[in-house]
């Protein structure tokens, strides 16, 4: 039967506008993050990384902050446009790196015209 | 970035049959390679960890006999789901572990919709 899984919370945003996912880590020994996008019947794709080193890392259009104190992972998004619609899921990981992913639940992101 | 592909994209067998689905690392080699499942509107759920000659290490309350991994080369990994049933249905994603000098992170298939009727 279908697991118990976690409905996906939403947010929405107007085209435009900056758009900003967070997400709460739990692992205070995880020190590899990473943001993936996945959009509807396709795999997730990598967005961009940060380490525990650094509290913030910008790529194109796209920033992620990294909140050690409190845990809180968040990515934010520029001028969001409708390809931007998708699910965001975020990433922690410790050594050894790559072997321990866990997963957020997700964030669907919504662009409204 | 690493780019994994996936055969086949789209599958829709009959219950009782098996499916094969293959996951391969193009440009990079991975000495391990997950398999996720997820339903609609949910998160990933990881089914397995395939190291590349050796067994795979199977989530709890996955059944190893129905969702056989092989995992014979360092850029292929296969998922086969024996006699499949309706309630196997669902979106198959595979991801592959790529390890470099300044890397450590998995890059994701685009996931095998997997129908049975």
């Known amino acids: 039967g279908e697991s118990v899984g976690l409905h996906l919370p939403t947010l929405s945003v107007q085209e435009g506008d900056n758009s900003i996912i967070n997400c709460a880590y739990s692992?205070?020994?995880?020190?590899?993050f990473i943001w993936y996008k996945q959009e509807s019947g396709k795999g997730p794709q990598f967005i961009i990384d940060i380490r525990s080193n650094m509290d913030k890392r910008q790529g194109q259009r796209v920033t992620v902050l990294l909140n050690k104190t409190v845990k809180h992972l968040s990515l934010q998004i520029a001028a969001t446009q409708p390809g931007d619609s998708a699910v965001y899921f975020c990433?922690?990981?410790?050594?050894?790196?790559?072997?321990?992913?866990?997963f957020g639940p997700g964030t669907r992101l919504s662009v409204l015209p | 970035g690493a780019v994994v592909s996936q055969h086949p994209s789209r599958v829709i067998c009959k219950s009782g049959t098996s499916v094969k689905i293959e996951c391969r690392s193009l440009?990079?080699?991975?000495?391990?390679m997950f398999w996720y499942r997820q339903f609609p509107k949910k998160s990933l759920m990881l089914m397995a960890t395939s190291n590349e000659g050796s067994k795979a290490t199977y989530e709890q309350g996955v059944e190893k006999d129905k969702f056989l991994i092989n995992h014979a080369s360092l850029t292929l990994s296969t998922l086969t789901v024996t006699s499949a049933h309706p309630e196997d249905s669902s979106f198959y994603i595979c991801?592959?572990?790529?390890?470099?000098?300044?890397?450590?992170?998995?890059?994701f298939g685009p996931g095998t919709r997997l129908t049975v009727l």
């Open positions: 692992n205070s020994a995880s020190d590899y």
């Open positions: 990433a922690e990981t410790y050594p050894p790196y790559g072997q321990n992913f866990v």
């Open positions: 991801s592959a572990r790529e390890r470099g000098p300044s890397t450590d992170t998995q890059y």
């Open positions: 440009d990079f080699q991975a000495t391990t």
